[in-house]
């Protein structure tokens, strides 16, 4: 069974301030996904990562697929209120069937 | 656009009571997933599907069934609820795997 585990599990800051979270398994994915759930809501994708090394950007926010494509980072840049939420990766392999592995979430609080 | 609807949104059960949780999707997807996202804990899979007829078991089937007779609709049955099933329950549906996730709003079941 292929895991992934996401750090830090919490994460409080204040608004203006940068912060990374972190997405690791010791298996090899096909791709990467990010997604941000808000309370009350389903997850919605964020980003797609695919190439091993590969960088997107996606406004204040900047991802990354390692090389090996085991890990994943996700990079904030001067954090707001409206980043709160519940960052969820999600891995697509190819030796646990057809669907989406998710890690536990890193739960963001951005204080004003 | 409806997207992924899910109903009904919370609901409350009696030990060994039987309900159906509803999913339909109007985009035509051919993958259908079912989730279960516990307290501090990422989405587990449930069952899944690839299209009308076929379905599959997740990570966590055990006291879940499905059936998928039209490409649009996938509804999962509990047949006798146990507190351990308190949860809320995440429908998706995607294109090819790897491609994007669009998930429901949840529903919230508590068994009592």
């Known amino acids: 069974t292929q895991l992934l585990e996401q750090s830090p599990q919490f994460l409080s800051i204040q608004e203006g301030e940068n912060l990374t979270v972190y997405c690791n398994s010791s298996?090899?994915?096909?791709?990467l996904q990010w997604y941000r759930q808000e309370p009350g809501e389903g997850p919605v994708l964020l980003v797609t990562v695919v190439t091993g090394g590969e960088v997107k950007k996606l406004k204040r926010l900047t991802f990354q697929f390692g090389d090996a494509r085991k890990d994943s980072s996700l990079h904030i840049t001067a954090a707001q209120p409206g980043d709160t939420g519940l960052y969820l990766c999600?891995?697509?392999?190819?030796?646990?069937?057809?669907?989406?592995?998710f890690g536990p979430g890193t739960r963001l609080s951005v204080l004003p | 656009n409806a997207g992924v609807t899910q109903t009904p949104k919370f609901r409350i059960l009696k030990i060994g009571q039987s309900m159906t949780l509803q999913c339909a999707q109007d985009m035509n997807h051919n993958y259908m997933y079912w989730y279960r996202q516990d307290p501090g804990m990422g989405l587990k899979l449930i069952y899944y599907s690839v299209g009308a007829g076929i379905t599959d078991k997740g990570e966590v089937p055990n006291g879940y069934n499905v059936s998928r007779s039209t490409t649009e609709y996938f509804p999962l049955r509990l047949e006798l609820a146990a507190p351990s099933q308190t949860s809320v329950y995440f429908c998706?549906?995607?294109?090819?795997?790897?491609?994007?996730?669009?998930f429901g709003q949840g529903t919230r079941l508590t068994v009592v």
């Open positions: 999600a891995g697509v392999g190819d030796n646990y069937g057809q669907n989406f592995v």
């Open positions: 298996s090899v994915f096909s791709s």
């Open positions: 998706a549906s995607s294109r090819p795997l790897g491609t994007e996730a669009f």
